[in-house]
């Protein structure tokens, strides 16, 4: 499975973007997809995660109620739609694969991983 996220971008404080992970490979909708992030000088953080199906997502702590995660099987792409960006969402954020249908957050579960997208939130 390759990965291809983009999406990101400078938006301001307050602002919305959302990421998109495209996959080839016709399994994709077998696999369970995660977001995670890496800011300068900081370990990668998971982000948000999704089944297989899209019938199980979860989030972190510090984007619940900010960041939806969704997929469209059909078109082989996951997205995370973040609201309410913060200057601390600043990141090179990365989409995962793995071929457990369930999602994860911690890195070392998946085994695909996407070139990452910046994302850069000003004050």
């Known amino acids: 499975v390759q990965l291809q996220a983009c999406g990101g971008g400078l938006v301001q404080a307050g602002g919305s973007l959302r990421l998109s992970c495209t996959a080839s490979?016709?399994?994709?909708?077998?696999?369970?997809v995660g977001w995670f992030r890496q800011a300068p000088g900081k370990e990668r953080e998971f982000v948000a995660s999704?089944?297989?199906?899209?019938?199980?997502?979860s989030s972190a702590d510090s984007v619940k109620g900010r960041f939806t995660i969704s997929r469209d099987n059909a078109k082989n792409t996951v997205y995370v739609q973040m609201n309410s960006l913060k200057p601390e969402d600043t990141a090179v954020y990365y989409c995962a694969a793995r071929s457990w249908g369930i999602g994860a957050p911690v890195s070392y579960e998946y085994d695909y991983w996407g070139q990452g997208t910046q994302v850069t939130v000003s004050s």
């Open positions: 999704i089944s297989w199906s899209g019938g199980s997502t």
């Open positions: 490979g016709r399994t994709f909708s077998t696999y369970a």
